[in-house]
């Protein structure tokens, strides 16, 4: 029986992905909703239903873009999609990205990077009306606000 050895920076990464998520399973299984395009069509949006997590009047949920033309990273490998988990603040109609995985495959499989941020108030940025993140916002704020 033969035996694929992963290299370590990769092993790395998978277990970074299982720790970074909260839930866990966000990696393992999802429920993605579409939301259609974004960037003037430079991506697709999904959001992971399953992932959707309220507390007071913030909801967090992990969200996938998936790049019609790969974008580039600064250090010059291809992106094809991002998964992240972002928080949205429903009263104040605010956005914050708590943390990420940019990939190199259109499926959200092979990570390259990853970001991470902290849930402070004052980080969080107006949402646009009109925008992508209006329309999650819209969304999971409706879709959980019998959660409160």
């Known amino acids: 029986m033969s035996q694929k050895v992963i290299p370590m920076n990769r092993r790395a990464i998978a277990l970074a992905c299982l720790v970074a998520w909260s839930p866990a399973r966000a990696c393992l299984a999802a429920d993605w909703v579409s939301l259609g395009e974004g960037g003037g069509g430079q ?43 972002q928080s949205y603040d429903c009263e104040k109609k605010k956005t914050l ?20 941020y902290t849930d402070n ?8 009306q009109k925008s992508i993140e ?9 879709e959980h606000a019998e959660l409160k």
């Open 97 to 116: 990205l708590l943390n990420g995985f940019a990939y190199s495959d259109v499926d959200a499989k092979i990570p390259i990077s990853n970001i991470r």
């Open 43 to 85: 991506f697709q949006i999904a959001v992971d239903l399953d992932s959707v997590r309220r507390s007071g009047t913030r909801v967090t949920v992990l969200e996938k873009f998936t790049y019609r033309t790969p974008a580039r990273y600064t250090q010059g490998r291809l992106i094809y999609a991002i998964k992240s988990n």
């Open 121 to 128: 108030p004052s980080n969080y940025s107006p949402i646009k």
């Open 134 to 142: 209006e329309r999650v916002l819209n969304m999971v704020c409706a």
